[in-house]
């Protein structure tokens, strides 16, 4: 939570276009993630023989993105990699409010119609 609401002071004085713009750029980056690979591994170090599931993993690589570019990169160059990651653990489905910010930024400022335009930022069926 203290990452989105530090996110949302960031976005705040943006015009809509430029939140937009971020947010176009979050989702670009979580659909990068969004491989079988990195899917694997963070089933793996989250809820081992379970899995995380199509929102829990969105979620995740939300986390993940929060955990800046070396991390990020890391894991997309590695998936492996995230094993290694300090706190991933705990970064295990607790992203929602940091990959939703921007949205709702965009939202309260150009209007929750012209918010259902942006991509989503959940990927489905990567499994």
């Known amino acids: ?3 989105a609401r530090a ?3 960031v976005l705040e ?4 276009q430029q939140v937009g713009a971020f947010h176009r ?6 659909r990068a993630l ?11 170090t989250c809820l081992p023989s379970v899995g995380l599931g199509d929102d829990l993993f969105s979620d995740f ?3 993940l993105i929060g955990q800046g570019e070396d991390a990020y990169a890391a894991v997309l160059a590695d998936p492996d990699a995230l094993a290694d990651l300090p706190g991933v653990r705990r970064g295990c489905g ?3 409010p940091f990959g939703a910010a921007a949205y709702v930024e965009y939202a ?6 012209a918010a259902r335009r942006l991509p989503a930022l959940e990927t489905i069926g990567v499994r």
Do not use: H, I, N
Request: proline share 3%.
């Open 94 to 96: 607790m992203g929602q």
């Open 13 to 16: 004085p943006l015009t809509a």
């Open 34 to 44: 969004a491989t079988q690979q990195v899917a694997e591994a963070a089933d793996a």
């Open 7 to 9: 996110l949302r002071g």
């Open 61 to 63: 690589r939300s986390w």
């Open 1 to 3: 939570m203290r990452q």
């Open 108 to 113: 309260e400022k150009a209007g929750r119609s």
């Open 25 to 30: 750029t979050f989702v670009r980056m979580s």
